[in-house]
């Protein structure tokens, strides 16, 4: 997978919504699984949701099931993360993955080929 871009990062309200967007370059990203990660201040990265090469399967953490939504435009090279009902407990740096097993939901920072620079969102109470 060539380059990550994260957009859609911001400072919001607890129980409002916002949507981060991932563009890739690369002629393979309809062929590879995607995956968004985040990392809070002084925590390690942490799996959020993962999504299939086709985007008909998704995984999420326990911590935003429910809340998040995965999905991806393959046409726009695009996967997106649909955040709704936004905690305090959310603020951290989001970022885009692609795994280097390109069929399989990276779940792990060591199953992750490529990151993107990272979109802060901070979410107050």
């Known amino acids: 997978q060539g380059q990550l871009i994260e957009s859609g990062g911001g400072l919001v309200q607890a129980g409002t919504s916002l949507r981060l967007s991932c563009a890739a370059s690369g002629r393979t990203f309809s062929h590879s699984a995607m995956g968004w990660f985040r990392q809070a201040p002084g925590k390690e990265r942490e799996f959020i949701a993962g999504?299939?090469?086709?985007?008909?399967?998704?995984n999420y953490a326990d911590s935003v099931k429910d809340r998040f939504t995965i999905f991806r435009d393959n046409t726009k090279n695009t996967v997106y993360l649909q955040m709704n009902s936004l905690k305090p407990e959310d603020t951290a740096v989001y970022y885009c993955a692609a795994p280097r097993v390109l069929m399989h939901i990276p779940r792990s920072p060591s199953t992750v080929a490529s990151w993107g620079q990272g979109t802060q969102v901070t979410v107050s109470s």
């Open positions: 999504i299939s090469p086709s985007g008909g399967s998704t």
